[in-house]
């Protein structure tokens, strides 16, 4: 069968090199999944630039998310059968609960081998199965964005309500999922964007309010102006340390912040942190969720009849292709590579 490796080159970047290989067999609790389609995420792209802390080693099968058919069961397995339409969880082995610093070495397409393949083996507490009203590409988008914004909205200390206001910085992946769901739930949502063309797109997709932050850099501002000077109950905070004080100016007394994401580097904010403690603003770090997560996400999305959006489909060799259009920014949504 056919799989990608991400692979230190000559010069010792990291490359996606497609690669034959014999998949071994199941173990007795594992199945075996015939993947269908795959979606990338920025995480890939750091990965593939060796920048992510928890990749970059190479010879790692890539991309953490992925959804297909399940082609063979292992001789324990009792809870799955062959033809079984599954999707991977981003962490093997995050079943439920709190999250716990060993399942670190399960994070898929980057501590161990992730889904750009043919056919992959997997524990069987680490699949959930596919909403029936969602195609396998459709479902291939939710293991990390989905429910990386599920987790921030929903799970911690004050979920979302009815009737809140939400903040999405973007339209990538993550952000646009949390604008679905946000819209769902009955929220008011502000995106950003540095394209007017994607904001249009996004208020067909729900958005109540948006701003264009290459045209207004202190769109903390004009937040705090479209929320009638009280500022957001939630920011989805993918930006990182170039966008965390202006989200920290636009969030309400008593908000929260998914703190999510790295998308203007790693480093420590160049801004005093104390205005969250006289805000009395919860700052959640996320990373990604648990299956048990995923389940709630996926009964979510059912009853919504959410549609994750697919900006673009790669077929399997074109797979270096998807990574360079994650690359430019040019997408809203999700990036797909179908088998
Ligand atoms: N902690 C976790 O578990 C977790 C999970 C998923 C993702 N993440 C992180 O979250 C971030 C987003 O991931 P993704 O996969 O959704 O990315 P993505 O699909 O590649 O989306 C990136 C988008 O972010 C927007 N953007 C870039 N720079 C920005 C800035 N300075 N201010 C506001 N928006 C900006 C752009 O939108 P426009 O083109 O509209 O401007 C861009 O298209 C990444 O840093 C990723 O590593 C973390």
């Known amino acids: 069968m056919k799989r990608y490796l991400l692979r230190k ?14 998949l071994s067999e199941p173990g007795p609790t594992d199945v075996r ?6 979606s990338l995420n920025y ?17 790692v099968v890539p991309l953490s998310d992925g959804a297909g058919t399940i082609s063979f069961v292992g001789s ?54 596919i909403p029936d009203y969602l195609s396998t590409a459709e479902a291939a988008c939710l293991p990390c964005a989905a429910v990386t914004a599920w987790h921030g909205l929903m799970e911690r200390s004050r979920p979302m309500q009815e009737g809140d206001t939400v903040l999405c910085l973007g339209t990538g992946g993550v952000s646009i999922f949390a604008l679905q ?11 950003t964007s540095s394209s007017d063309e994607k904001l249009e797109r996004a208020i067909e997709l729900g958005a109540d309010e948006t701003i ?16 009638g000077k009280r500022g957001v109950d939630h920011v989805i905070e993918v930006g990182g340390p170039g ?68 900006d673009r489909t790669f077929s399997f060799d074109e797979a270096p292709d998807a990574y360079r259009h994650l690359e430019s920014g040019e997408h809203l949504g999700k990036v797909v590579v179908s088998m």
């Open 9 to 22: 080159q000559d010069n010792e970047n990291l490359d996606v090199v497609l690669n034959e290989f014999e």
């Open 76 to 129: 324990n397995v009792t809870k799955w059968k062959a033809g079984d339409r599954v999707a991977l969880t981003f962490f093997q082995d995050w079943e439920e609960g709190r999250f716990d610093m060993r399942y670190h070495k399960s994070a898929r397409g980057g501590s161990c081998d992730g889904v750009l393949a043919e056919e992959v083996n997997a524990p069987q507490h680490s699949i959930v199965r």
């Open 212 to 227: 264009n932050y290459r045209d207004t850099p202190e769109w903390d501002k004009a937040v705090f102006e479209k929320t």
């Open 243 to 310: 966008t965390l004080p202006r989200s920290m100016n636009s969030v309400a007394a008593g908000g929260s912040i998914a703190l999510i994401g790295v998308l203007t580097g790693f480093e420590a904010p160049d801004a005093s942190l104390f205005p969250l403690v006289t805000k009395n603003v919860d700052l959640s770090g996320i990373y990604v969720g648990s299956r048990e997560m995923f389940g709630r996400l996926n009964e979510f999305l059912t009853e919504h009849q959410v549609q994750p959006v697919i």
């Open 33 to 38: 999944v015939r993947i269908e389609a795959c």
């Open 181 to 191: 769901m946000a819209k769902a739930a009955g929220a008011k949502v502000i995106v």
């Open 43 to 59: 995480r890939d792209l750091l990965m593939k630039s060796g920048q992510s802390a928890s990749g970059g080693e190479g010879d």
